[in-house]
């Protein structure tokens, strides 16, 4: 696939996308972060105007990573809705148009904060709703960065829609940030914000510029969290 | 503003004493003698043009008064309302203090922290004469229960901020008060002009003058190149009465000189910001009772300040510190000491270019090019505050080429070519603001708001398609073709345009306004003490322990904690000076044009004034090894260094020109030669650097300096998409997408924030027509670039003679481009190219 990078992180082999996925083959799982679905709707509630459109967009980027890697599972690690009025009339027929278009496709969601709130999702959506640290093998999955299990290989999560600064004039890019067990994937909402993440001298990043992923060497600076969501 | 330095408190008490007196025996006395008298207790005279102003505001006339501060202004415009109630009022006997009369004169100042001095001021005749008028103020300072007072009832005379008078017109029960306002009388118009807060004020103008058709509306202004327009966005396109210009105090007596370095380099570099000549400053300021030191950029006052204590270390205590980034108690205390003379000196930025006269300053001193002959002008009006008094200003050059500068603003003040303040043209963010603030203000119908509208001068070219656009976007959120679902702002009720919901007008009302401030965070001590607010984005780059100079401290960053940035005192040497955004001003275009004159004198050979007469040195050198350019003539030089191939191209049209022009440049030339291209650009010329060396002949043939398809090269040479993203943010905010203040609320709309570059992108890729992003991109052009100054200077490049030259080795003229730190890359590499390139140069940095 072109456009991708592929890791091996603890034993666990991994393929990072340029659309903000992370593709595990050997369970044939694709996982994403922070959909933030039908945010621009909950924009408009509160006399914000924002187009329509991003939802639809996320969605593309999802049915792009679910072209290329032919995974039969999906798992959204949390934030899936930003709100409760999130769930517009137009978000729900771009979802449900999306599970017609998958229909073997298992998808799961980990609760996020944002879900908190949301209250119950259409009974006939084909989605299966978990709580934080349950697992597929040794890959624990979370919403939140959380410290990882000692009898686990890694940790998969969302939440800090992480970017890295790469140079003053090309800015920020999101990207993959791995400490420690942790692994935190971007947020692969079309209409979400990024969040430059205090990285480490022994982390691991990779940006996400156009459709390429490439890996970011620490640098010896020591960036603060500039901006939040 | 003017006030009167003879009397001392108890003497002026003593004097109202004897005028009031003097009153009781004469209960029929005129208007105007009252006035006199008045005049007469405060040690003045009125002057002819405050007379003129008085007598033009009988007749219900408006106008702009204009010239230096501390010639009278104030008076002029106040005292025209007060004779104007004194007429209809003659009999003492029923003046009631306790009913004072209904509100007759809004009084808009551009600063909110001026609105208590200005109170002041305008409070002395009112005391003086013993009216019954209420005077108070209504700014983002004032206590709520004031406010709501206000409300119900107005006081005769109001001093306000232009966001708190848009504010007032969110109320719909202010609506018949204010159509009672006799006259709306801003202050300092200058300041106001050229920029959205002052669109914003010329919005609430039309909105009063609908209210009372005969408004009167009166400016004071500094003295500008473009008054005609000035007067223009003041009264709107059709006003009722006559409308006059009137220049105030002419005579006053000012006094420009130089501090000349004791020794002139040949070539001249501003690397040290001129601190070799903090002894000769200490001297000048020993022979003064007190002085302001003006520098460009807040860095470079915390650094003189710095220098002049270790110069003068008994200093400490006498000399202060002022830029906008101090906190406010710090800067009171300082404008206090000013006020009282206690203090010797302070070093500032324009922070005191405003409002607060400080009769006690005998002499300003320029640090730097001061970039413009009106702000030259305006800065050496800050000293000698009395009408008959002299100011006196010292220019400091921070390298010899300035000297220059300084001959050629001197050149143009004698001259009368000030500086024109740009005006800006119909910016939608405003408009779209206003258009909600009406609807909640009693609600429009649309032809009449338009009317409204297209009666101020910045909207005099509106179009009916972007009124409809306007209409559209606070009604639909985007053109109607692409209706937003579930948006609601302003709603249709029947042809009214109104707000029903509560939660639209209270966000509204909280974020009213144009003022974007880069994101910032606190300075604190450990132990609490506020020092200040600093940029996030100097504060990102530093780490735990780097030590820094700030309010005139040496300190030591501890830890960044909840937008707080804590600090404690430290020993040693500074590792950085916070470098503020915007700080550097290009040179005017009146001023360049000036300066190309200066070097044309140079080049024959005359030496006017003891600037020029510094230089000559500087001046034989690069004759000999290059030339001196005529006005007419542009010259370029090549040599070749270590570092490369270098071009050196002079027009001598401020620093953004160059930057436009450059990017342009090096864009052409690469189109004809493949090559990739350093840069850097002074207000004087442009370097260009490349590994190869470039053939000017066919650079020349060609024509790389046509004006043809500019505006398509500037967007294909820069990243303009960036600048775009950059200009948005204040966009995003004024035209209500992002809303920074709701204090208190934080958490509750933490999930409807998102910034202004996410609505850039998303409105980009699913709205790509919405108006506001082809405003963002016209006014990168505009203000960012100067676009038109570019073109202008391009089309006289275009006439004049080139000439090329191979000096033996940099010159005079080259050597500060040269080195000047400045530099950014264009190149026909990707962005994949370019991140693989810095990937491999951080691998090896990360491996050492």
């Known amino acids: 696939m072109p456009g991708v990078v592929d890791i091996n992180l603890n034993g666990v082999e991994l393929t990072l996308c340029w659309q903000g996925g992370l593709y595990w083959p050997d369970e044939n799982v694709l996982f994403v972060a922070d959909t933030h679905f039908g945010k621009e709707a909950t924009f408009r509630r509160h006399g914000i105007p924002v187009p329509v459109g991003s939802s639809k967009g996320t969605l593309a980027a999802i049915d792009s990573l679910l072209e290329s890697t032919r995974a039969s599972r999906l798992v959204i690690l949390g934030d899936m809705f930003h709100a409760r009025s999130s769930l517009s009339r137009d978000v729900i027929t771009a979802l449900e148009s999306f599970f017609a278009r998958h229909r073997d496709l298992v998808t799961t969601l980990v609760r996020g904060n944002h879900d908190a709130h949301i209250g119950r999702l259409p009974v006939e959506w084909p989605i299966e709703i978990i709580d934080p640290y349950e697992r597929i093998g040794d890959v624990v999955m979370t919403h939140h960065p959380q410290p990882i299990p000692d009898d686990a290989s890694l940790l998969v999560c969302g939440h800090l829609h992480p970017a890295v600064r790469v140079s003053d004039s090309i800015g920020t890019l999101p990207c993959f940030h791995y400490r420690s067990g942790v692994l935190v994937l971007p947020a692969i909402g079309r209409f979400t914000g990024t969040h430059v993440v205090d990285r480490g001298r022994d982390d691991r990043a990779w940006g996400i510029a156009k459709n390429e992923v490439f890996s970011v060497p620490s640098g010896s600076r020591l960036y603060r969290e500039t901006r939040g969501n | 503003m003017a006030s009167c330095d003879s009397a001392t408190d108890s003497t002026s008490t003593s004097r109202k004493k004897r005028y009031t007196n003097h009153m009781h025996k004469l209960p029929v006395e005129t208007p105007t003698k009252i006035v006199d008298r008045y005049f007469e207790s405060i040690g003045w005279k009125p002057f002819r043009f405050q007379r003129s102003v008085w007598r033009a505001y009988q007749d219900g006339q408006s106008g702009l008064i204009h010239s230096a501060t501390g010639t009278g202004k104030t008076l002029a415009a106040w005292m025209g309302p007060l004779l104007r109630w004194l007429q209809e009022n003659p009999d003492r006997t029923k003046w009631n203090p306790k009913r004072s009369p209904s509100v007759r004169v809004l009084w808009v100042t551009p600063l909110r922290a001026l609105a208590g001095d200005t109170e002041a001021s305008l409070r002395e005749p009112l005391d003086a004469l013993q009216l019954p008028w209420q005077l108070e103020s209504r700014t983002g300072d004032s206590k709520a229960s004031a406010k709501s007072r206000q409300m119900k009832r107005l006081p005769t005379a109001l001093v306000t901020t232009p966001e708190s008078l848009s504010l007032m017109l969110t109320h719909e029960r202010l609506l018949p008060q204010l159509a009672g306002v006799e006259a709306v009388i801003v202050d300092e118009w200058h300041e106001l002009l050229g920029t959205k807060r002052g669109i914003q004020t010329e919005l609430a103008l039309a909105r009063l003058r609908r209210l009372n058709p005969q408004l009167r509306t009166w400016g004071l202004s500094a003295t500008l190149g473009n008054l005609e327009q000035a007067k223009d ?365 200066k070097i044309e004198q140079a080049a024959d050979g005359q030496l006017v004034g003891r600037e020029m007469r510094a230089l000559e040195g500087v001046f034989e050198l690069q004759s000999r090894w290059s030339t001196l350019p005529r006005a007419n003539q542009l010259l370029i030089e090549r040599v070749e260094t270590r570092g490369g191939h270098q071009l050196f191209v002079f027009p001598f049209e401020g620093r953004l020109v160059h930057e436009g022009l450059a990017a342009v440049l090096a864009y052409r030339i690469s189109k004809l030669q493949k090559t990739t291209f350093t840069m850097a650009c002074n207000d004087y010329g442009i370097v260009l650097q490349s590994p190869h060396r470039v053939e000017l002949e066919t650079v020349v043939d060609v024509n790389v300096f046509s004006t043809e398809n500019l505006f398509g090269d500037i967007l294909s040479s820069m990243n303009s998409t960036e600048m775009a993203k950059r200009q948005f943010r204040q966009i995003a905010r004024v035209a209500g997408l992002i809303h920074p203040g709701y204090p208190g609320q934080r958490k509750s709309t933490s999930h409807v924030q998102a910034s202004s570059n996410l609505f850039f992108d998303v409105f980009q890729e699913y709205d790509p027509d919405n108006l506001l992003l082809e405003q963002a991109r016209r006014e990168v052009l505009e203000l960012q670039l100067e676009s038109s100054r570019l073109f202008a200077a391009l089309e006289r490049i275009e006439n004049s003679e080139i000439l090329v030259r191979e000096p033996p080795k940099v010159t005079p003229l080259a050597f500060p481009l040269l080195v000047d730190k400045l530099r950014e890359r264009v190149s026909s590499e990707t962005l994949g190219e370019r991140i693989a390139r810095m990937q491999t140069q951080l691998e090896k940095a990360a491996d050492e």
């Open chain 2, 233 to 597: 966005a003041l009264v709107g396109v059709n006003p009722t009465g006559t409308v006059r210009i009137i220049e105030g105090y002419k005579k006053k007596r000012m006094k420009l000189e130089s501090i000349i370095p004791a020794r002139i380099d040949r070539f001249p570099w501003s690397g040290h910001i001129g601190t070799k000549m903090v002894p000769q400053v200490a001297d000048r300021l020993d022979q003064v009772n007190s002085a302001l030191v003006f520098a460009n950029t807040r860095s470079q006052t915390e650094l003189w300040y710095q220098h002049l204590l270790r110069q003068r270390p008994d200093w400490a205590g006498k000399i202060a510190l002022h830029h906008g980034s101090l906190d406010t108690s710090v800067r009171r205390w300082v404008e206090n000491g000013l006020r009282d003379g206690s203090l010797r000196a302070v070093v500032c930025t324009s922070s005191l270019d405003l409002g607060v006269d400080f009769t006690a300053v005998d002499l300003v001193l320029q640090i730097g090019s001061p970039k413009g002959a009106a702000r030259l002008l305006q800065r050496a009006g800050r000293s000698g505050h009395q009408p008959d008094a002299e100011s006196r200003l010292a220019f400091v050059p921070t390298n010899a080429l300035e000297l220059i500068e300084l001959a050629a603003a001197q050149d143009a003040i004698r001259k009368g070519c000030l500086e024109a303040r740009p005006m800006l043209n119909k910016p939608l963010d405003v408009l779209a603001q206003h258009v909600v603030t009406v609807a909640i203000g009693g609600g429009f119908v649309s032809g009449e708001l338009l009317e409204e509208v297209r009666s101020s001068r910045a909207y005099e070219s509106l179009t009916d398609t972007e009124w409809k656009w306007i209409l559209d976007f606070v009604v639909h959120g985007g053109s109607s073709l692409t209706a937003y679902p579930d948006f609601h702002r302003v709603e249709q009720d029947g042809d009214r345009y109104v707000v029903t919901q509560r939660r639209t007008m209270t966000m509204h009302r909280m974020n009213i306004g144009t003022i974007v401030s880069d994101a910032s965070m606190k300075v604190k001590y450990q132990k609490g003490a506020t020092l200040g607010s600093v940029e996030e984005s100097f504060l990102s780059k530093l780490n735990g322990g780097d030590k820094f100079l700030f309010a005139g401290k040496l300190v030591e960053l501890v830890r960044v904690k909840d937008n707080v940035a804590y600090v404690k005192r430290a020993k040693g040497q500074p590792d950085s000076v916070p470098r503020w955004m915007g700080g550097r001003m290009p040179l005017s275009s009146e001023l360049s044009a000036e300066l190309r004159l």
